[in-house]
């Protein structure tokens, strides 16, 4: 069964950046589309970005667009979100999750990394 752990949350100032990954093991990545959510408290999970398994097409929340960016290495298998001009909103719990398409039901989860921007 396919088991997803994520890394690199921390602490950072706004403007800042953080690279989080996403390392799958007991299974191929490269079969799964991989989002990224985000939980924020008192607030309900949102969808951050998601990459496609089939042609690498990424997708993005509004509020992300142009600051985030979703890569995979699937000789890794790791997927990356790469977090740039964070700002104090952005924090949350995030998770990575793999589906069969962006968009769909996302079968399996990780635990999530925290993600704190504060000065």
């Known amino acids: 069964q396919l088991q997803l752990v994520e890394s690199g949350g921390g602490l950072v100032q706004p403007g800042g950046s953080l690279r989080l990954s996403c390392a799958a093991s007991?299974?191929?990545?490269?079969?799964?589309?991989i989002g990224w959510f985000r939980q924020a408290p008192g607030n309900e999970r949102e969808g951050v970005s998601c990459i496609s398994n089939s042609d690498g097409s990424t997708y993005y929340t509004d509020s992300v667009k142009g600051r985030f960016t979703i890569s995979r290495d699937n000789a890794k298998n790791t997927v990356y979100l790469q977090m740039n001009s964070l700002k104090p909103e952005d924090t949350g719990v995030y998770y990575c999750?793999?589906?069969?398409?962006?968009?769909?039901?996302?079968?399996?989860w990780g635990q999530g990394t925290q993600v704190t921007v504060s000065s």
């Open positions: 999750a793999a589906t069969a398409t962006c968009g769909g039901w996302y079968d399996y």
């Open positions: 007991g299974g191929t990545l490269g079969y799964y589309a």
